[in-house]
């Protein structure tokens, strides 16, 4: 018998059903706590950071996308200040992890909250492949074990701020995304950035909200 592959709007339609699926179950992963120091100066990160587009086949430690996530969005403060200035202190970011390699973390796409520092599982499955052909066939990204995806909803600042609002979340999405680049290398990873890439096929491909819109995907790894 002759198998037949689902059409692409098909195979949309499946991964929204899963991720929905998943976000009904609640499933959510406790992360470590993150490191707050360390003896690795920021000054040798920033000169060290390098774009990487290659990476080799050794899996992430879930203590890496613990600290990875912290960096971009975590809390630091008891009044729920994060790691990044947000204007108004609105915080319209969401960070999302595509995982494939990670040690302790099934294969899926989690949301980091960072209130109670944890991932809240929105997809299962390797989600790499439908990713990169998201993001105009870039395929190096397939080798990453894992991708952090930066996305903004944009309505909880432009509620104050107009549609000025929506320059500061891009603003602030430069910064997680920075934030994590250097942490990458304090870890001894590599990182690469990508933003090239469809919104609404990227929000298929991960079962990512309506209202969550991707700017920036950082695949991390260690490289070849």
Do not use: C
């Amino acid at each position: 018998m002759t198998s037949v592959k689902p059409s692409r709007r098909a195979r949309v339609i499946m991964l929204a059903m899963t991720a929905s699926v998943m976000a009904q179950a609640g499933l959510a992963v406790t992360l470590p706590e993150p490191r707050r120091d360390s003896s690795y100066p920021l000054e040798r990160a920033l000169a060290e950071r390098r774009t990487v587009r290659e990476f080799g086949p050794a899996a992430l430690r879930l203590a890496d996308v613990a600290q990875l996530a912290w960096a971009a969005q975590g809390v630091i403060a008891p009044s729920g200040r994060r790691t990044t200035p947000s204007a108004g202190a609105l915080y319209p970011l969401e960070v999302y992890i595509v995982a494939a390699n990670v040690q302790d973390l099934a294969p899926g796409v989690y949301r980091y909250q960072p209130s109670l520092h944890r991932l809240a599982a929105v997809a299962e499955g390797d989600r790499r492949s439908e990713l990169a052909e998201a993001a105009w066939g870039q395929r190096w990204m397939e080798q990453a074990p894992a991708i952090l995806v930066i996305a903004a909803v944009e309505r909880r600042t432009t509620a104050k701020y107009g549609q000025r609002g929506v320059r500061y979340a891009h603003m602030e999405a430069g910064h997680a995304a920075q934030n994590a680049l250097l942490q990458a290398r304090a870890l001894d990873l590599d990182a690469g950035l990508v933003g090239a890439f469809t919104d609404a096929d990227v929000q298929a491909a991960l079962g990512l909200p309506r209202d969550a819109r991707p700017l920036y995907l950082v695949p991390v790894g260690k490289s070849r």
